[in-house]
Every structure is written in C-alpha cells, then in structure tokens.
C-alpha cells in the first residue's frame, strides 16, 4: 500500500521540469488601524466606515536553495482602495465631498515551503511561512478624484499559511500543464498575515498596521 501512494509522487519527479520560482495572486480584508492614535472613533471610522475593503496582491519569487523545502525570494505588489466622505477641518460633521483612500504596498519578501510533504510523499497539505519588508505607499484623493496628500510607510510583516496541492486530484493533467507551460504545481493558498505599518515605531506616522492579522486566499503557480 505504501510503495502505491509513493509510486505517483516517483512518476511526477522523473517527469517534472527544474523548478525555478513560484507566482501568486491573494485577495483578502484589510483595514488599516489610522484611528488608534484617537479616543473614541477617530476620522477614519467617521470618513470610511467600520468595514474591510479588499487588498489585492500578486508577487513573483525566485528559488534560492532546494533541499528539504524550498526557500524562495521575490518582490509582491498589492492594490487597496476605501471611500468615503471627507469632513469639514472646522467642525460640523461629514462633507458631501467624495474622498478616496489608496494604497499600494510594495514588499520585499522571503518565503519557505514546506513542499518535500508532496513531492516526495505525495501529501497534498503544504505548509509555508514567510516575513517581509513593506512600504505601504498612500495617496488621499478629494472631489473630483484631485490628489490632496500622499506619503508612505514603511514596516515588516510576518505569517504563514497551508497550500491544497492541486496537482493530487489530476495528476495527468499537472503532467501535460507542465510539459506545455513549465507550471510544476499548481495550489491554493490560505494566508494569515500579521503587518506592522508604522514606520517602526514613529509617533509622526500614519499607524497602517490592521488591528487584526489579515486572512487571505488565492493560488499559486510553481514553475
């Protein structure tokens, strides 16, 4: 029984191409926490509300060292925007004027996977951790989408997260996907993320840390 749930992982390593690195796409709520720096509701909850807009991201790593696991480097680049009513600066509540929130984050990351589970024994289940280093670049628009301010701030991040290998439920298929496009694996991918946005402690900075980890989902290609 063995040697047959060992045999399809054997047949997938002979035919498989060299893995050089891996590309992802994860969508998740994200929530920036701007109103800590306040007593009671601060302005962001007053311009834009108590929800969690989606924060999209997509990234590309290189494999630096193959063994038991991969350890990766790469770059992810992410899109957020909220909107909301701006208030008056003198007081007397919400403006009619629209007001829009953007944010792209850049991060430099490092990522190891634990894939020797699937490739060598054919578990589907891959866990991963990886950290990062961010620069959450912001930009406030007012009426008629005019830029009123912009700035960024930098800080790290750090999580982990499990990935379904797809590749076990059709392994034909994964086969020719490979031989074709040079796509390894194909999987996808629960993300818990815990940001901290603040320029790593400066009293001067917008506080973009979540007050909460983030949860994302999404796929990912190895190739």
Same mark, same amino acid.
């Given at each position: 029984?063995?040697?047959?749930?060992?045999? =399809?992982?054997?047949?997938?390593?002979?035919?498989?191409?060299?893995?050089?690195?891996?590309?992802?796409?994860?969508?998740?709520?994200?929530?920036?926490?701007? &109103? #800590?720096?306040? #007593?009671?509701?601060?302005?962001?909850?007053?311009?834009?509300?108590?929800?969690? =807009?989606?924060?999209?991201?997509?990234?590309?790593?290189?494999?630096?060292?193959?063994?038991?696991? *991969?350890?990766?480097?790469?770059?992810?680049?992410?899109?957020?925007?909220?909107?909301?009513?701006?208030?008056?600066?003198?007081?007397?509540?919400?403006?009619?004027?629209?007001?829009?929130?953007?944010?792209?984050?850049?991060?430099?990351?490092?990522?190891?996977?634990?894939?020797?589970?699937?490739?060598?024994?054919?578990?589907?289940?891959?866990?991963?951790?990886?950290?990062?280093? &961010?620069?959450?670049?912001?930009?406030?628009?007012?009426?008629?989408?005019?830029?009123?301010?912009?700035?960024? *701030?930098?800080?790290?991040?750090?999580?982990?997260?499990?990935?379904?290998?797809?590749?076990?439920?059709?392994?034909? #298929?994964?086969?020719?996907?490979?031989?074709? %496009?040079?796509?390894?694996?194909?999987?996808?991918?629960? &993300?818990? *993320?815990?940001? *901290?946005?603040?320029?790593?402690?400066?009293?001067?900075?917008?506080?973009?840390?979540?007050?909460? =980890?983030?949860?994302?989902?999404?796929?990912?290609? %190895?190739?």
């Amino acid at each position: 029984a063995l040697a047959l749930l060992l045999a =399809p992982a054997a047949a997938r390593a002979q035919a498989a191409s060299p893995i050089f690195g891996s590309f992802e796409l994860r969508v998740g709520g994200y929530r920036p926490n701007i &109103d #800590s720096a306040f #007593s009671g509701v601060g302005p962001y909850q007053s311009i834009f509300g108590t929800g969690a =807009p989606l924060m999209f991201r997509g990234g590309v790593s290189g494999a630096v060292w193959r063994g038991f696991g *991969t350890l990766e480097l790469g770059a992810q680049l992410g899109y957020w925007n909220a909107s909301g009513h701006g208030l008056y600066v003198t007081g007397g509540g919400v403006s009619p004027e629209p007001t829009t929130l953007r944010i792209i984050p850049i991060s430099a990351v490092v990522t190891y996977r634990l894939d020797v589970l699937f490739e060598r024994w054919n578990i589907p289940i891959v866990p991963y951790g990886r950290a990062s280093l &961010d620069m959450y670049n912001w930009t406030v628009t007012g009426s008629g989408g005019v830029t009123s301010q912009t700035g960024a *701030t930098s800080g790290y991040s750090y999580g982990g997260g499990l990935a379904l290998v797809l590749d076990f439920f059709d392994p034909g #298929s994964a086969r020719d996907m490979d031989q074709d %496009v040079g796509i390894n694996h194909v999987m996808v991918v629960a &993300d818990l *993320t815990r940001p *901290t946005i603040r320029d790593f402690g400066s009293a001067k900075s917008w506080n973009l840390s979540p007050s909460a =980890p983030i949860w994302s989902f999404g796929l990912l290609f %190895v190739f």
